[in-house]
């Protein structure tokens, strides 16, 4: 929905339509009004668990910090044995497609999830058919100060923060986001880490505009 909006050193005097949400702001937060919001749409956490044989070691799992995950179960079925220990596996994502194939001890990311498999221990070792599944949970839906550096959903712009907002332990606050507009680069705020130009185009996707103070402009060589 639209809102009407008090124009102050938020808002850019270049006026553009103002889209506005709600996020629910997690607990333990202090977030002031301008702040960048993601919101936890996955769980970090990554359940792996192999059948049929015994790896080396344990297989782990991350979130792609570009392209966000599906909840649910992804994989890695065994298709062939290479040099006893090793195997050749073909990854499906939760909905039974076909997202690339994963070799033993060789970084596999695709569909939004990133791992290496392991060889497995010498004495029960990888045949045809043998899996590892990876099970990804849904996240809190909370909202947090965007973070680039996460793949849980946080790293993805919702929107901009349009009051400030704290919550203790175990609280969470219901706010006003704006989802479009034109905002003022220095007014804007994110994760520690995070450079608020370097999100220029990602913000503009989602027709989220910025005119840039001096500073911000020297920062980018305009």
Same mark, same amino acid.
């Given at each position: 929905?639209?809102?009407? !909006?008090? $124009? ?6 270049? @006026?553009?339509? !103002? ?6 702001? /997690? ?12 919101? @936890? ?18 297989? *782990?799992?991350?979130?792609? &910090? ?14 062939? #044995? #290479? ?21 033993? *001890? !060789?970084? %596999? +990311? ?10 497995? +221990? ?5 045949? !045809? =058919?043998?899996?590892?599944? %990876? /099970? #990804? ?13 996460? =793949? ?5 712009? %919702?929107?901009?923060?349009? $009051?400030?907002?704290? &919550? ?14 034109? %905002?003022?680069? @220095? /007014?804007?705020? /994110?994760?520690?880490? #995070? ?21 911000? +402009? ?5």
């Amino acid at each position: 929905m639209s809102t009407d !909006v008090t $124009r102050d050193n938020l808002y850019s005097p270049n @006026q553009f339509p !103002v889209v506005s949400g709600e996020a629910e702001i /997690a607990a333990s937060q202090t977030l002031a009004r301008g702040c960048l919001i993601g919101k @936890q749409t996955l769980d970090d956490t990554i359940t792996v668990t192999p059948t049929g044989f015994t790896p080396a070691t344990t297989a *782990t799992a991350a979130l792609d &910090t570009t392209v966000l995950a599906k909840v649910g179960t992804y994989t890695a079925t065994c298709v062939a #044995v #290479v040099d006893t220990t090793g195997g050749v596996f073909q990854v499906t994502d939760p909905d039974g497609l076909n997202i690339g194939v994963a070799y033993t *001890t !060789v970084e %596999f +990311n695709g569909g939004g999830l990133v791992f290496t498999l392991p060889v497995s +221990n010498g004495s029960d070792d990888y045949a !045809v =058919g043998d899996t590892y599944e %990876f /099970a #990804v949970a849904a996240g809190d839906g909370y909202g947090y100060p965007l973070d680039t550096a996460n =793949g849980d959903g946080t790293n993805k712009i %919702f929107g901009v923060l349009l $009051r400030s907002s704290t &919550t203790g332990v175990g609280e969470t606050d219901v706010c006003p986001v704006a989802k479009t507009g034109r %905002f003022m680069s @220095q /007014a804007l705020t /994110a994760a520690s880490g #995070v450079t608020i130009t370097d999100l220029i185009d990602a913000l503009e996707e989602k027709n989220i505009y910025l005119d840039l103070s001096d500073a911000d +402009n020297d920062l980018i060589g305009g």
